[in-house]
């Protein structure tokens, strides 16, 4: 099973890829919560190349790496990666009123749909918070 979410985003899709791709930029958006935050990232945006991303509760109960391998770079418009046995695509779209990012990933077992569905989404929300304040401070 896959799951999609996706956000709108109003600048240009120069800015949207470099925020999504930059491991900066990564270390201030990729939370669900605000309770979580990513300590570390690493980006080696090349087929093949890894990336990861430390995530930790912010009380320091519990942390985690979510690290994979890049199977598809289309800059600045679709990114494929593998994370273990699982796969994900994330697709950047240009339209009038901004640019449209799309996430669909293969879902796991562990968690309810909804329970991956809102993390997710979660997550890009906060991506799209980012790239706006970014706009916002020139």
């Not at 912010?58 to 790496?65: C, H, I, K, L, M």
């Not at 901004?98 to 293969?106: Q, S």
């Amino acid at each position: 099973m896959t799951i999609t979410v996706s956000t709108l985003i109003a600048a240009p899709l120069t800015e949207v890829w470099r925020a999504y791709t930059s491991p900066e930029d990564i270390k201030q958006w990729n939370a669900a919560s605000a309770d979580w935050h990513t300590t570390a990232a690493a980006v080696d945006l090349r087929v093949g190349g890894k990336f990861s991303s430390r995530m930790e509760a912010r009380d320091g109960s519990f942390g985690f790496d979510f690290e994979g391998e890049y199977t598809h770079v289309d800059a600045p418009r679709r990114l494929e990666y593998r994370f273990g046995e699982r796969g994900a695509v994330v697709e950047f779209s240009q339209g009038a009123a901004g640019v449209t990012v799309t996430v669909t990933f293969d879902a796991e077992s562990e968690h309810p749909e909804e329970a991956q569905r809102a993390g997710w989404q979660s997550i890009l929300d906060n991506f799209a918070r980012h790239v706006l304040a970014l706009q916002s401070a020139k």
